[in-house]
């Protein structure tokens, strides 16, 4: 057999081994290998609640065993909030990738969602990654059916060594496995990773550049720079949730130790109802059976626009303020609140006499409806209180917008609830006022804030309420001027020495990373502010310190 003879017979054996390779089935090109899992904005408390589902050695997400549809199986892996959570896996050498997939658990009733989208992309070198497409849930964190669902990118014929999957880590996120079907080596026909073939390039140039905190004065936020968070309408104790003309008087001029105004204060106020209605229902609700009816917005209406007390108080207050301070054009800056038209309400009443009986539950009425429903009722209650401002005519208040009153978005309660926030962000624009929003740590919507039309998005730390170290005001820093947004300044109702010692911290690095340049609310209890004003031994601590911050002429201590 000559040597022509024999690599012509190679030449056929090896087209046939190809043709056969062809038409073997795609294997899991992510089984058993190694990935890194990072996160947008780390967070020490947050990672350690993930410690109770460990993964161990770093193999769970591609060992191929399945967790079962119960949340207590460790074959889950947690992912607590954090911004988006990035999984990056290395086949370990070019591949042709056709599918990728991640498995995902839904348990409602203990707080475990699937994310709301997958965004998917490959790389050659680990470093140019390539958009290659978004899938959307199908199952959605608002249903409450225990079950598992497979998030998955079909249809590719890609060249790839390393495949990247990231989401929204919207409360807990339980992820047991990630997988990638494709072929080994290099399958004819393939799409080679480059511009000509129309992909998304995820640079550096792409990410959110930093805007630094949003500044205090701001056109953006109708200039406020230091707002008051003070709240009323309390129900289980009226004195204190009605204010007074005196009560209001040390929020907005700063009163001597006898109690006289010698300059301003807060420039802006924020009426803030507290939750609970006389009906015991919520004007923020996580249940059915505490969802608010018109009833409860009506009684809301009626605390804000009490006669001689709240918005008519604080409008007296500042008269007092301009005669003592000879400041006769002085205005106080005021924001009003939006309830949340809950989307477990069934039968919310009527906006009109023998009118129809709105009902925003999605799963009886159908979801566009249901937007339907709560946007009539949203826009109701906001023509009734900017008529009845226009009726109070409160000369020497300037109302510049409204505080949505839900500290995170509640994409687990109701499908669109984006869709729903932007068009009540709409409807604030087209009365020419703005939108403001003050989410808590990690909340839902809070890391991409402006994609729902707010325009101003105010930062809890939570690290007075949370078992966290003054770290946590680093990260605040780092968060907030990042994403361009305001601070809040946080006053526990109790005065015991941690509570002190946070609170002073909450000034010092205030001070150090120039939070009181920014736009800054303060939280506080029932008129503390108030109360450490006229009390010698919290005078200092909890209101010349305050009037100091404000002013910027805070010591580092």
Known sequence: MNRKYLIIVALICFTQIQAIAQKIEPINLAQARSYKISATWPDPLFAKLEEHYPDTNQVELTDGYLGKVCYQDTAWQAFLRQGKRIIEIDLGEIQTVYQIQGRFLQVHAAGVYVPRYIDYSLSLDGINWFKVGQKLTQVGPWNRENQVEVISLNNLKHLARWVKLEFEADGNVFMDE??????????????????????????????????????????????????????????????????????????????SEEAVPTDWMFDTVLLCPQGITPSGRKLNATKVSEAATIDDWKWYLEETFRPN??????NQAVEIGQKLLIDPDKKIKVILTLINPSP??????????????????????????????????????MDQLLTRWEAENPENLELIGFYWHPEAIGFQFSPKEDTFINKVADLVHKRGLKFFWIPFYGAEGSYNWQQYGFDVAILQPNYMFSEVGEERLKLVFEITSTLGMGVEIEKHWADGKREREIWQNYLIYGAKYGYNEAVCAYYQGFKDFERAALNYNTRFLYYESVYQFIKGKYQLK
Do not use: M
């Open 309 to 314: 007390q709240q918005i008519a108080a604080l």
């Open 344 to 381: 477990l309400q069934p039968k919310f009443g009527s906006l009109e006499v023998s009118g129809e009986v709105l009902n925003f539950d999605w799963n009886q009425v159908g979801i566009e409806q249901a937007l339907k429903n709560r946007l009539s009722a949203l826009e109701w209650l």
């Open 178 to 255: 990630i997988e990638v079907w494709g072929r080994l080596g290099i399958v004819e026909g393939a799409k080679t990773l480059d511009h000509t073939q129309g992909f998304l390039e995820l640079t550096h140039e792409n990410l959110e550049s930093k805007k630094g905190l949003l500044k205090a004065g701001s056109k953006q936020a109708a200039g406020a720079c230091h707002i008051a968070l003070l709240t009323y309408a309390y129900p289980p104790n009226p004195q204190d949730g009605s204010w007074h003309t005196l009560e209001y008087l040390p929020y907005i001029t700063y009163i």
